[in-house]
């Protein structure tokens, strides 16, 4: 096909050069958000009168029937197309001729690909966020069916205190929800359209870019015309919230991992979501959870990419920048993918009660509640800590549990030990007493539950 550019050029493209140049492989998927911005560029030359208001209204109706072929399947988008800007105007030009060409009067595809890439990526964000909350919804369901679930709590990966599962589940669905937010933040700094900059400087035609903004549903213009054409803060920004979700979907998978072995045995994943192996017959592996947690790696190396790319970038617009589409649509589908998957995949686990409360009864997990029964009983906090230290060391050297030490030896360590000590060590009550905000308490719990489906 014939460069539009051709004209100041005396050979043809070498065809390497051209294949190497070419992005329509991986930007072909804007063209609705490049016809949809072109419509909004070509109706406001038709106000302005920059072009005549019947062929501002010719493109446009060029440009919808163009979209709508490429929808239905009836138009194929051209490899050997440069990029989506190229073929979209091209077509354009082959339906109606003349008038098809002055579509680009005023605009550069510099601040053109600039408009696509937000017009694309505000809808790409609002489906992520819609898939974060299913997720949100998913975790929600399992906590309510788990609020008086008893399992030992971690710190170092060592027995700590006994929490509940809704408690533990719960953390997740805060950080999901931090996820949402960053995802609305993100959004609102993009939401302001770069076009009408043109190439870098502007236009000496009298252009309405807040027109063109406001039928584009963004609150305002990006200012600077250099900054219109350079900024891809956005991309980078979306690929830094799209790191930090996976790093949390990470984390969760590598607990469901965790929680499926053998040593541990809290939860079972439907066979569906789970593999088996090839060789070993007993297996039931977790794949599932570890691609996810595989697939962050992966999403972070996109946020470096987008930040390596632009490091040094000179103003304003330099072809580097065509590399932050692949990254940015990588980390897009990557994670759209993992949550799309992740939601069903919690809504299938079954909760091995026995297993946690048993593993939460080990450990001398209720050793923080001996202590507190001591200051309860008027001993400083650091007396105390040392007490129950103490009294563990013993249990250890004498293979028990405190809950079986007799109330004699109790009293060898303090005489504030009197028969209620039993009750206030009991599992059940270390856990379900906590009841400050945020606790693993079922009043806790539910208060935390009705704040996340607020
Ligand atoms: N395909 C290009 C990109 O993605 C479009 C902009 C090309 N601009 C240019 N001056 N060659 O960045």
Redesign the pocket.
Known sequence: MAKMWAGRFKKEENKEVNDFNS?ISF?GRMYESDITGSIAHATMLGHQGIISEDDSKLICETLADILADIKDGKLELDPEA??I?MFVEAELTKRIGEVGKRLHTSR???D??ALDIRIELRKDIIEIKGLIQNLINSILNLAEKNKETIMPGYTHLQRAQPITYANYLLAYAYMLKRDISRLDDTYKRMNYSPLGAC?LAGTTYDINREMVAKSLGFDGIVMNSLDSVSDRDSVVELANDIALCMMHLSRFSEEIILHCSWEFKFIELDDAYSTGSSIMPQKKNPDIAELVRGKTGRCYGDLIALLTMLKGLPLA?N?D??E??EAIFDAVDTIKQCLKIFAPMIDTITVNKENMRRAAAKGFINATDLADYLVKKGMAFRDAYKISGSIVGYCIEKNTILEDLSLDIYKTYSDKFENDLYEYINLETCTFKRTSMGASGVKSVEAQIKDLRG
């Open positions: 992005s930007d440069e990029d800007h550069s595809r510099n053109q690909v190439a617009y072809k920048m065509q932050d589409k």
